[in-house]
């Protein structure tokens, strides 16, 4: 028994019924609509080149029953496909080469297509006739919400797009119906594809820039601290010169006043020693908070290329030449990372250098202290004694 008309109408009620009860709320897509539709594009490709009776209504069947696998499952749908086209041609009395013709004409619609014959091409230009439709970025975004629901996985636009890209540059138009009335608008269609991936890949590349990048306020921060610090370490350098200036005046007072009594009263020497010793360790710890520590002054390029050098503290290049340091600089300020990384050593720097000025500065102050003390107790035990 072969296809006629009356069993392509049975054909097209008990498709639509299992399409309708039997696929997943997730088939946005691939609903019944679409497969009306590929029906409709098969006709109409089918009556252009000539198809005879017989073969249009295979063509028809093979249509109706191209998506029937998706009630069942997603991926290798067309084998199950396949499958529900048998049973229900068999239960018909089809004939054993007409529904193989057929089942070759549904594996054909298996990406990448495969057609083996007139029919089989036909079929798979109207199942993609969409990509040269002008409605194509509508049912693109359809069967990307279908592919999200189905994998349970979120598929952005840019790799969807990227993946829609492949698909049109390894398709071709079978029929030439197809490749009369849609290749302009497919090769239209794959301009504005491209186009949109330049775009999402600028806005990526834009945001992943900005995303490296640091805003005002960071600056503000970096800023501040380093005001903060230098304003320390002047406050630091201030009290440190005072300790100097003061011990200094004291020394020379103290020899000068103390120094012709000795011969008169021997008992003064010892506070005075006592008071001069810890007057110059005084002096000694001042003047080391207050000493710099300056490195070799010189660099390598690959020290630059592995972003080890802090380009903002002179005593890391003062040795340089200046075209070598004008490289380095522009290494720098070309990258943002590498820049901060830079700023950030800066401050760390600092602070590892206030806080062992602030350490001896607190040193030379608890001598002073106690020296003070510790003379004037000895002075006093002298004058007591006297």
Sequence with gaps: MKINSELLNEIEKHVSALIINESSDKLIYHRVSHTKLVVQNAKTIGVSENLNE???NILLASAWFHDTGYTIKYN????????????????????KDTIEHISECI????????????????????????????????????????????????LKKLKFEKDSLKLFKNHTFFTNYCK?????????????????????????????????????????MFKLTARNQINLSSIADNKSNILISLNGIIISIGLVALASKFKEEPSLILPTVIFIFFSLTTIVLAILSTRPNIS????????????????????????????????AVKEMINDDQYLYSAMTKDQYSLGKVLAQKYKLLRWAYNIFMIGIISSVIAFLLVFIKI
């Design 296 to 327: 070799s002054g010189k660099f390598s390029k690959e020290d630059i290329k592995q972003k080890k050098v802090n380009m903002l503290f002179f005593g890391n290049f003062y040795n340089m030449e200046l075209e070598d340091y004008e490289w």
């Design 76 to 95: 290798g749908h067309e084998e199950e496909s396949v499958a529900i086209a048998k049973r229900f041609l068999n239960s018909k009395g089809i004939d």
């Design 180 to 220: 009369t009335n849609f290749t302009e608008i497919k090769n239209n269609n794959l301009k504005v594809l491209e186009e949109s991936i330049k775009k999402r890949q600028a806005k990526i590349k834009a945001a992943l820039k900005k995303a490296n990048s640091y805003s005002r306020g960071v600056d503000s």
């Design 107 to 154: 594996m054909a619609t298996k990406s990448p297509q495969n057609p083996t014959d007139n029919i089989a091409e036909i079929l798979c230009d109207a199942d993609l006739m969409h990509l040269g439709k002008e409605n194509y970025s509508i049912l693109a975004e359809e069967l990307r919400q279908e592919l999200i629901k189905t994998s349970n996985l979120e």
């Design 54 to 56: 017989s073969d249009l």
